[in-house]
Structure formats: C-alpha cells, structure tokens
C-alpha cells in the first residue's frame, strides 16, 4: 500500500536547519516557516537565507512527488518585497521531474504579498572536481591573519544579524574601506564557515553566497545595497573545512551594480558561485575610488 502522507524532516540540530525548517499545510505543494530575525540585515532577512528556505521547501516537494533529487544547482530568485520576521509561506509547483534534474518553481508569500519568485534545478550533488575552469582560487591571507567581521560595528545602530550565524574573515588586504582608504577594485576576499560545526552542504551554499558585505564598500560608502535578483550556481559539494570566497565588482551605473561571488574548498574546487544585481545609491559619487589601472 503507498503511503501518501506528506514529507516529514527529522528535528533540526543547527541553526540553519532551524531556521530554514518548512511544515507542509494546506494544498499539496504549500509550506509554512517563520523568517528568522538571526538571518537579517538590519530589519529585513538575507536573500541567501530565503533562497535556502525555500530550496528546503523544494526538496521536501520533489519527494512527494517521487523524485529523489535533493540538491539545487541552479537557483534564480527575484526579489519583489522583503518579508519581516516572522509567519511566511512557500508555494512549491514542480514543474518537471526527470532522470538528471528537475526544475521547480517556488514562491514566498507573507500577509497576502508575494515576496520572492524562484525557479530552481535541482539535482545530486558529489564531490566532483570540474574537468577545466577558469576560477583559479583567490590567493588570500591565512585563516589566522583575517578578521572575523561582527554582527554590529561600533558606533553604528545597524545590525548585521547574520554575521552572528557565520564566520566571516576577511583578508585585511582587502579591507581598506574600513581605515577609510578603498582601493577602488571593487573586491573582497578571505573565509567562510558555520561556527556551530554545521557541515557546508547545498543548503549553505546558497546562504554563503549571499553573506558577505557588499564589495562596493571597496569604492566608497553607501545606504543598503538591495538585491533584486541573485542566479546561484553550485558545482560540487565542498570537502570539509572552511571556504575561500571572493565577492568582486562588474559594473555600477544608473543605480545599479552587478556583484559576482565564488566559493572554493580545500581542494581548490569551485563548490558555488553566483551573480546578483542590486540597488545602490552611494554617499557622495564625486568622491568615489577609481579601479586601478590595468
């Protein structure tokens, strides 16, 4: 006799799985979680936080429809609203299951507003090397030499919650912006890990991706950076350990700018990456760092 009865996912044991726990209600395909206030910037959640709910979301779906794929490995999501802490639902509709991968669409609702709509690929994910690339591993200072970065700089009311949820080190070489002298290139660099031992798997990925500090502070200051739609790309699963990550500049203008990130291992394989395009309105553009030259 099958058993039709929903998905169900063991108790969490860390705090991302906690805070990314879906509960399935209501029509087949819908979910309910609660944004979590320790995945925000400043009031409002991080976009990578919400791409890993909802892929959670998407994996518990896949398997109630037979389908034994799991693992995102492509994910494009466009920011419509930014949720608040609290209540929210996921709408899940697979769209096609097959062989190698399937793709599903999925969106986060709060209050009656839709907030985030999303299409994924979802596959299996291994260990696996890629057979040629051009993404050399970021050359950066040891673990030991960077700085960790905090939830809140001081003198400043604007909390960075999510910083409490990972380890951030960023090579000092890059952090200039901080002693008020940006070099201009547009880029970060150093570590990234879950303090709490979590192994890094598809689901962090997506949050790491979307973690660090925009790298325009690397050009000058400015407000909130907004995401408006971030395309994650994950490669293989990383050994464990902490990952390299660089987040660099492409082009600002017109109140936009476009960042890419990238995610080594230990390996030197490249585990994830992703581009988004935000928002951004800088403090002063007349006293902006020009990139060096070439």
Excluded at 90 to 98: D, F, K, P
Excluded at 114 to 124: A, I, Q, S, W
Excluded at 130 to 155: H, L
Excluded at 206 to 222: K, M
Aim: charged share 20%; with cysteine; aromatic share 6%.
């Amino acid at each position: 006799m099958t058993d039709d009865s929903p998905t169900v996912e063991p108790p969490p044991t860390f705090e991302l799985d906690a805070a990314t726990a879906v509960e399935p209600t209501g029509p087949a395909g819908t979910f309910a979680f609660t944004v979590d206030a320790g995945f925000t910037v400043g009031p409002k959640p991080n976009g990578g936080y919400l791409l890993a709910t909802a892929a959670r979301a998407v994996g518990v779906a896949l398997a109630d429809a037979g389908s034994a794929h799991r693992d995102p490995l492509a994910a494009s999501a466009h920011y419509l609203w930014a949720p608040d802490p609290g209540p929210a639902t996921i709408a899940v509709e697979v769209l096609r299951t097959g062989r190698s991968a399937s793709q599903v669409r999925a969106v986060i609702e709060q209050d009656g507003r839709r907030c985030v709509d999303l299409t994924l690929t979802v596959g299996t994910l291994a260990v696996a090397p890629a057979v040629w690339t051009r993404a050399i591993p970021v050359d950066v200072a040891p673990i030991e030499d960077c700085v960790r970065i905090p939830s809140r700089r001081e003198g400043s009311d604007f909390v960075v919650s999510t910083m409490d949820r990972v380890d951030l080190r960023l090579d000092p070489a890059t952090m200039g912006f901080a002693f008020g002298a940006p070099s201009g290139r547009g880029e970060l660099a150093g570590w990234i890990d879950l303090p709490d031992g979590r192994p890094i798997d598809p689901l962090a990925l997506l949050l790491l991706l979307d973690t660090l500090p925009p790298a325009t502070l690397d050009i000058g200051p400015s407000g909130w950076v907004p995401t408006l739609s971030l395309t994650a790309y994950l490669r293989s699963l990383p050994v464990p350990g902490p990952l390299r990550v660089r987040q660099r500049i492409g082009t600002i203008g017109t109140g936009r700018v476009d960042e890419a990130c990238e995610l080594w291992d230990a390996t030197g394989a490249l585990v994830a990456h992703a581009t988004q395009l935000a928002a951004i309105r800088f403090e002063d553009e007349s006293a902006l760092v020009p990139p060096p030259s070439p």
